[in-house]
């Protein structure tokens, strides 16, 4: 059976947030006097700690209610969150299907909770065979699954995330950081199915704001209540809400870029097809692809040495880089660099 009150850490379940000036004053005044701020400038206020106006436009933008949506300063954040939120240090576990996005470690190792890497198969998906004894340790209480998948770019299928979320009394929270890029719906629409998923998004990656620091959750609203709880007051800065506010009125820009990505997405592939060098290409839902290449340390230092960084993922995955997709020009000069190889 699936209790939230018994996934929660009990001190933040106890806990009574810590409440700002902001918090306990919101309606319109004139002269503001309990926050403690200098009256000059123009950053000179705190921010609304719940972010209601950038909320208000994605709620309508994706159609989800303001109170099943959490901003936080990154996915990152998020993901510190969760661990927070639902694990007790030492004595508490996590999952991950691996290789994936190396924060989860990190986060379980700051948070001191043991992390069990599942490995993904031959194909990148997750074995649910190997995974189910798993999921009735009652310590185990948050998975993580990264779809589509970075750094290996393919989504996971979705019977699969339906089979651990069906059979997992804990958290299951779904990383969608590329979902833009992929021919999918997201998760967010299975919110009243499931009371035990979150589904991460960001604006890092597709809407192009990586410097402003936001990531989304999506969850019911209990869960969001809770990771309200225990973020900081003011995790999201004016500028940061101010950015996501105006990249929310820019739909069509953004939609536009994401056609050109995946265009430029498919053009690499063909090419890439072309050198001799390159074994294989992973197929990709994501805004970068996983190649496996002959000598793929000795590449990824001779592209250092002419100003091109790509991601050497080669002690995940032997002999591969990750290669995000870059403009036009950016994927010619990458392309014409890798081609000399062959000569
Ligand atoms: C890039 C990325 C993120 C984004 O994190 P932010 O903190 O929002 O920038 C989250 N998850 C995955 C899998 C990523 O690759």
Redesign the pocket.
Known sequence: MFSLENLIRPNVLKLSPYSSARDEFTGEASIWLDANENPYGTLNRYPDPYQTELKQLISEQKEIKEDRIFIGN????VIDLLFRVFTQPVLDKALTFSP??G?YKVSAEINDVELIEMPLDENFQINIDATIPYLDDPQLKLIFI?SPN?PTGNLISSEKIESVLGRFNGIVAI?E??IDFANSTSWKSKLDEYPNLIV?Q????ARGL?AA???IAYSNPEIISFLNKVKPPYNVSLLNQQAGIESMRNEAEIAAQIETIKFERARLVMELQEIEQVQCIYPSDANFILIEIEHANDVYLSLIRIGIIVRNRSKIIPNTLRISIGTEKENNKLLEELKKLNS
């Open positions: 990154g996915s990152d954040e994936t996005y924060m990264c970075n990383d950081a590329y991460l960001t604006f890092s990656k990586a620091r936001l990531g």
